[in-house]
């Protein structure tokens, strides 16, 4: 087992070749055939600003999320985040925090896919998830439901947003059912970047019709590995809607907009190289090494 610094130290390294990469010159690989795809304008703004959230997420204090309101931090059993409300813009957003330590590590491990049991949330039998994804957030399961419906009591017209990047991801997508079955008249989106597969066939249908696919950013970095990484031969499936950008620079004009969860014209038509640069970087956003986000 990785010791805790040790893994640091890695983790380390990966961002600085992350934040490296982000001023390279785009690799060949990226050199993908032109496609007459893209989002609007808006919509991209959104993906870049959600993803400035999950970046925020890494940060040891993080006082006002992209200026903003911190409503309250969550770190129980290695599960971290934050939910935080924007007034202006009228939202609250929940944010879960990736990999970054030992208890991340050992989260990530659990693979097996096991029965779905989340407080509130009714499901079909075969709905099944990463176990070690659902006991992660089962730890801050009632403290983000409650403090979500405290919110909105107060604020009862506010959009919820749900975001992470990596296994702040796959947090997110659980805690976005969990919202939506607790919360049904929530105005909800769910946000994420690099997220690996979470779930089943059954599970991925359930993310779509609860949340609906319209309200579902799960934005994917060119050659980025780790969305792939857990084989969909293995039982697991990706919900959609995938935005995939498929080439550098990051804009709206790069982003493709696929069809439905396993699109084979999209990110699954790259073979995982698990974690790459292209995990560590999403929207110009490199992630957790920016703590001005927290000001």
Known sequence: MVS????????????VCGALSAFASPLPLLELESRANGVDQSTYSDMERYAKYSSATYQLICPKPLGNKLVTKFDVGGTT???????????????F????????????AGISLKSMLLTGVTCPSQVAVHSGFQVGYKNVESSVLNTVKSQLVTYPTYRVVVTGHSLGGALASLSAISLKSGIPNANLKLFTYGQPRAGNGAFASLVESLIGTPNIFRSVHTFDGVPTFFLDKLGYKHFASEFWQFQEPANAGNIKIC?????????????STFINVAHLSYFGQVMAINPFLCF
């Open 4 to 15: 805790a610094p040790l893994h640091s130290f890695i983790l380390y390294i990966l961002l």
């Open 81 to 95: 985040g934050f939910v935080a409300r924007d007034d202006g813009r009228k939202e609250i957003v929940v944010a």
């Open 97 to 108: 925090r990736g990999t970054a330590d030992l208890s991340d590590i050992i989260t990530d």
């Open 259 to 271: 069809a439905g969860g396993e699109d084979p014209k999209c990110s699954d038509s790259i073979p």
